[in-house]
């Protein structure tokens, strides 16, 4: 039986989305949808990860009354910054991670995919209008 990752030809590994260079720049200039996927998941995911050092850091601050870890002022800055990573960095990416399957296997089965979420919705919302216009 022939194993997955391995040719026919003398057991020479193909060419995938992991095993295509292995450098920096072959992963930072590629096309490859599942490996901007990969780096979009971690990118996203070390935004998580600071955000919730942040959020860490205001709930030690607030274990006490008196302002022992952090001065007023940059209380409200790593408030503000929590906010910004959390919202910017982390909820607004994600949305499009999650709406859009980065990893479908077929470019019919994508498009179908963006189709039902991006174009129906769209469209039932010029019928409700429509509709709405003639009572």
């Known amino acids: 039986m022939q194993d997955a990752i391995t040719a026919d030809i003398g057991g020479i590994p193909k060419l995938n989305y ?12 590629t096309k490859d949808h599942k490996r901007i996927a990969i780096m979009y998941l971690i990118t996203v995911s070390l935004f998580f990860f600071a955000g919730g050092l942040y959020a860490a850091t ?4 607030l274990l ?19 906010g910004i ?5 982390f909820l607004i990416p994600s949305i499009p991670a999650v709406r859009f399957p980065l990893f479908k296997a077929t470019r019919r089965q994508a498009a ?15 019928a409700s209008l429509g509709c709405a216009l003639l009572h």
């Open 85 to 89: 990573l959390m919202i910017f960095f």
């Open 58 to 61: 205001i709930r030690l601050e």
């Open 112 to 126: 179908r995919s963006i189709r039902r979420s991006v174009i129906q919705p769209h469209m039932s919302r010029q």
């Open 18 to 29: 992991l095993n295509n260079g292995f450098s920096l720049k072959s992963w930072l200039l």
């Open 64 to 82: 006490t009354p008196a302002s022992d870890l952090l001065e007023t002022g940059t209380y409200n800055k790593v408030f503000t910054q929590h």
